[in-house]
């Protein structure tokens, strides 16, 4: 019978019952893993797993991934990181927000003064076109002793 427990292999607790997380297996297949290097060494190195577990931290018996780690983060402290999500896309869209503003207000300042450009240019012919005429009146050729405009 012993030689039947030592010698048998581990099926996996998941196959069993989905009711099994994938950390808990984990910590399972290495606590009962054949080989003796792949378990942990000491039962405080299984009892520390174990208080992981419990606490929602990373495991020695999980591949030390980064994506596993940034899971267990976000899972652990879930509201800090929505509350830290939700102030960034507030703080993006009012950033945006003022960018368009201020963009808008740049183009009608920068069309408001294509537009006076264009009536100081209308003024300067205009006042060129009048004083073209009025030098080339000769006071001797008129009837009129004094001229007005």
Avoid at 20 to 28: G, M
Avoid at 46 to 68: F, Q
Wanted: aromatic share 6%; net charge neutral.
């Amino acid at each position: 019978m012993l030689s039947h427990i030592a010698t048998m292999e581990v099926h996996r607790p998941r196959s069993l019952t989905k009711a099994v997380d994938r950390e808990l297996e984990a910590l399972l297949l290495k606590a009962l893993t054949l080989e003796p290097g792949d378990r942990y060494a000491s039962a405080g190195e299984l009892a520390n797993d174990v208080e992981s577990y419990l606490a929602g931290e990373p495991l020695s018996a999980h591949r030390p991934t980064t994506v596993y780690f940034l899971r267990k983060g976000l899972k652990k402290y879930r509201a800090p990181v929505v509350a830290a999500v939700t102030i960034l896309a507030v703080l993006t869209g009012m950033g945006v927000w003022a960018y368009v503003r201020v963009a808008d207000e740049r183009d009608r300042a920068l069309s408001a003064g294509d537009k006076a450009r264009r009536e100081a240019d209308n003024t300067r012919a205009v006042l060129a076109y009048m004083q073209e005429v009025l030098s080339s009146i000769e006071p001797s050729e008129t009837r009129v002793r004094e001229l007005g405009v």
